[in-house]
């Protein structure tokens, strides 16, 4: 079982939760009220997918496990699942219904849930059927041991954000940006403190009001002075959604370090460093999984009038995202802020991103929207970067 289709799995049953939730379906709502959105989370630990009840403001962590795996996987995600309620208020967990052994594993997990003190903690236990799962059948997940109570203390720490989007949010930052930014979260390494704001962010913020930055094109960036507090996150947010630093404080982690060794070998324009960022955008980043919520409301749309031109596409996507449950509506988001330039609808520039990381196929004249369709992604590329298996 690889990471890739681990997540894709993990996606699947996080989508028939938040969607028997929403639905009030038996016993599957728990204590969660119906307005209740996927939500995105930075921080340690990560679960494989968060739900956030809006009604009632708590967070619902869920931990995945891939199938034919041995019992000791299976106990270690049940030992993950309680972690994440040092964070979260509730958490789930969702195992095979048997192990690699053929060991009833679903129920064990079942009876220390119900038969012991175990009973008393707020999480919640699925399994599945792996053959209806892959195949994204509704009843393929089922419900062995659910939340009664409402829990009544609090999360021990918040050490981590909530994100109205589950997917890496993504802006104008181009690939000799990102190999900037590498470069000096390593150069400053050493220094004690939060280092994006000390050092990293002073120094890259000269380099862009002095035109020593690049986009894509490889042309240097031309950026308003006046602006500094509008862009700060800008840069910062998708490195610390990637995993290339800590958060924190801006230092590298072991990912970020593979990507900057691509960089310093290869050069941040190679095929190798932008091989290593899709897919990091790709797992890491979730937008794999946007991506096939793209193609679903692609595939379902009823409305032609939103495969006639990109603008359209993108607000009747929102809609599509919001209605789902897939991202919260208003009042929580906030649209229109001068810091991303007004513009109304939570997907904006990740198709430009897609484009730049060769994962779309265009249409007449290069452009990437095909009247009448939506967007193509090149299941070449995807493939090609989903079967590589990098070692850290």
Known sequence: MTAQSHDQLGYSSGQQILSGIRNEKDRWKQIFSPNSTRIGWTGWPQPDYVIKDHDKDVTYAIEFKPPNKDKREYMTGLGQSLG???????????????????????????????????????????SYDEKKLENNEQDSLKLLHSIERERVDKPLTQKGNTEPIFWCWWRDNSNFEIFELLKLSDQYNKHSGDIYTDYIWPKFWEMLINEKSKTWEGKYRIIKKSSETQHKQNWKIPLNQLGLWNPSNGRLTLLGHKLLSFGKVYG?????????????????GKHLQLIHEIERFQNESQNKKSLLNAKIFVKDFDKYLINNGIVPPPPERKPGRKTTGGKMTYVRDEFKLWNKLGLLKTYKNKRIFHPGIGYKFSITVLTETLRKNFSF
Do not use: W
Not at 109 to 125: A, D, G, H
Not at 277 to 282: E, G, K
């Open 84 to 126: 994440y309620l040092s964070a979260h208020n509730y958490s789930c967990l969702v195992v095979p219904e048997k192990s690699n052994d053929n060991y009833l594993i679903g129920q064990f997990i079942k009876n220390l849930l119900e038969k012991t003190e175990l009973n008393n903690i707020q999480m919640s236990l699925f």
């Open 268 to 284: 941040c324009e190679s095929s190798e460093f932008i091989f290593y960022l899709r897919f990091l955008v790709l797992n890491q």
